[in-house]
């Protein structure tokens, strides 16, 4: 699996404390989420989840606002999907790798869902935006559900465990990651389309591989 560092918008760092557990403070929390604050390449987890959550409730009211939530969102569906190769790496156990990718398939729909509250505006390539995104959505839930499930055990262990069957599995498992990398792509240079059409400009990188570190802390793996 590969790297891909995502650009974003150079501006201030989105900031903000952590929720609690009630309603009320959860409320209070994204009340105070300003999402004209883009996200730059300083932005860590809990700025990452901080605009997401803010995007999933509706908060982006321009287009340059829109960039950053969805960036969010589908930074998030990566950096578990990265959590993937990170164990296979590690031959982590089957069960924790099947957790990472139900808790993938959960960022996904998480990401659908937020996507959707915005089909109505009208900002220069949203639409082509959304569409090209649910397709990326799409690739990456493919290869959860047609490979990584029924690959998981031969993750979880050396390589030269292989079964033939196995390594048959992951070679068809490659094919189809081929399909997913030439979205991927698109959807990384379509950023550039959508911030010109948008008045605004993006460059610098997110570090998604120090976000896949501390997730893998976080699991305990």
């Known amino acids: 699996m590969k790297r891909v ?21 959860l409320s209070d929390a994204l009340g105070d989420i300003d999402m004209s604050e883009t996200l730059t390449e300083n932005a860590g987890s809990d700025e990452i989840h901080d605009a997401a959550a803010g995007f999933a409730e ?33 031959d982590a156990e089957k069960d924790k790798i099947d957790e990472t990718l139900d808790a993938t398939l959960e960022k996904i729909e998480e990401g659908r869902k937020a996507i959707t ?59 189809d990651f081929e399909a997913y990398w030439e979205v991927d792509n698109r959807w990384v240079e379509f950023q550039y389309v959508y911030a010109e059409a948008n008045g605004f400009e993006i460059g610098g990188t997110i570090d998604e591989d120090a976000m896949v570190d501390e997730a893998i802390s976080e699991d305990g793996i």
């Open 5 to 25: 560092y995502l650009a974003v918008a150079a501006a201030t760092v989105l900031l903000l404390g952590s929720c609690g557990d009630s309603s009320s403070e």
């Open 117 to 175: 509250l915005y089909e109505d505006e009208t900002w220069p390539k949203r639409a082509e935006f959304h569409t090209l995104t649910e397709e990326w959505f799409d690739a990456v839930e493919a290869l959860v559900n047609d490979h990584l499930y029924d690959l998981s055990d031969a993750l979880s262990r050396p390589e030269d465990t292989w079964s033939d069957d196995e390594w048959t599995a992951y070679e068809e498992y490659l094919v």
């Open 58 to 90: 509706g908060l982006s009211e321009t287009g340059k606002e829109y960039f950053s939530g969805l960036l969010a969102e589908v930074i998030e569906v990566d950096v578990k999907f990265k959590e993937v190769e990170r164990m296979d790496d590690m």
